[in-house]
């Protein structure tokens, strides 16, 4: 047996997915970014149930309601994890039974996006399903124990994210709702909404890219709705570009996004260099996004 090396050609030569998750207030307008997306090649993981936005999107849709769903629906569009025990989810003998049920996983290959909102229910359902089992109660007393619950719930969340995160045929976006805090020193703070602190601590470092779907306001005071995506951005949102290929600024399209991120790569010594002590300045060049450059797409305001 040869040593397993992937040449650089071959790995170059993959197809890879984009995994990322987009967060943004309740109303700015992430459902809607199916909009921007092919219908005939997406598929929306329907979970808030709330598909008012995309009435008339022409996309096919799955729409699980408990945790367990949405467990069997990670496992048969990433595929089974060889490293686990066969008790395990996501596990060899856990995809051979759901794809009893759901039949030849040959039938997601047409799909090249699937569009996951939201993370923030995926959550709840998550927690539901956590506070019913043995180790959210007491040993000694029998009585709930909720460390038990935030603790089974938070390896439960990365475990899912994790899995679809390893679909690498695929695109994989997460939405959720982005809260907005006042700390102990009266400062404004975000963070994504969701049940426990362990998911949305490590989500960044699962996801390929971190984006902040929010209003901004131009130099003429006017405000529109853009793609926040750099960690350093003078409003504080929670963003990461992995790709190294966004603005800081980009409009609220996923479907270019996407187009944008897999342009060709920047010279290593661009991707390295080090923009200064105005660094995290709003970029005012022609590429930067501006109002008129907002969502345009039929159907989205």
Known sequence: ??????????????????????????????????????PESTLFFDLEAGDLAIEGWAGDSIRPKTWQECRDFAVFIGGPNPALREDQPYSQAHFDAVCERFGDPVALAKYETVFIDSITVAGRLCFQWCKGQPQAFSERSGKPDMRGAYGLHGQEMIAWL?????TRNKNIWF?????ERVDDFNRKVFA?????????????????????????????????????NHTLNPWGYPAKD?????????????????????????????RLTFGGADHTRVPQDPNTVSPESNLSEEGVQ
């Open 1 to 38: 047996m040869s040593l397993p090396i992937i040449s650089a050609d071959q790995r170059l030569a993959e197809k890879r997915g984009i995994k990322g998750c987009i967060f943004g207030k309740s109303g700015i307008g992430k459902t809607s970014l199916l909009w921007t997306l092919e």
């Open 242 to 270: 992995r790709s190294g290929r966004l603005a800081m600024i980009e409009e609220p399209h996923l479907g270019r996004l996407m187009v944008k991120i897999r342009s060709a790569v920047k010279p290593a010594a661009e």
């Open 175 to 179: 939405v959720g709702i982005l809260d």
């Open 192 to 228: 994504p909404q969701i049940d426990g602190s362990k998911t949305g601590l490590e989500l960044p470092g699962i996801v390929d890219q971190v984006i902040a779907m929010a209003e901004v306001t131009d130099d003429d005071g006017q405000g529109y709705r853009a793609f926040i």
């Open 162 to 166: 994790t899995h679809l995160q390893h």
